[in-house]
């Protein structure tokens, strides 16, 4: 009898001592999942900063190549005028040597 009662304590004691186990377990579990929430938040946090800093510099490096290719454009504008002035001034250079050059031979021909 005193035997089955020690028995039986051991027993209740060791289920107390398992239920002790698995509550400390379940604690353990939940600051894991409140660590792992905690880790997932800020995963996701920085992934959308990161994110919204590569969309801001790719905004700007856009803003840049537009900038720089609309003054490409304007420089080679500027320079197909300047081109075109000079070949119509030649143009005209050419046609007055070309009317002296007439005028000359039409007063040798004249004498």
Do not use: P, W
Not at 42 to 55: D, H, L, M, Q, T
Request: overall charge positive; cysteine-free; charged content about 45%.
């Amino acid at each position: 009898d005193n035997l089955t009662n020690i028995r039986n304590n051991f027993k209740v004691n060791l289920r107390l001592k398992e239920t002790e186990h698995n509550k400390a377990l379940e604690k353990k579990q939940q600051q894991i999942d409140e660590k792992q929430k905690e880790l997932d938040s800020k995963v996701a946090e920085g992934k959308k900063n990161f994110e919204e800093k590569v969309s801001f510099y790719e905004k700007q490096i856009q803003e840049k190549n537009s900038s720089y290719l609309k003054n490409m454009e304007k420089g080679l504008n500027e320079g197909q005028q300047k081109l075109d002035n000079a070949k119509k001034l030649h143009e005209k250079e050419i046609a007055k040597i070309i009317k002296e050059k007439d005028a000359e031979r039409e007063t040798a021909e004249k004498k």
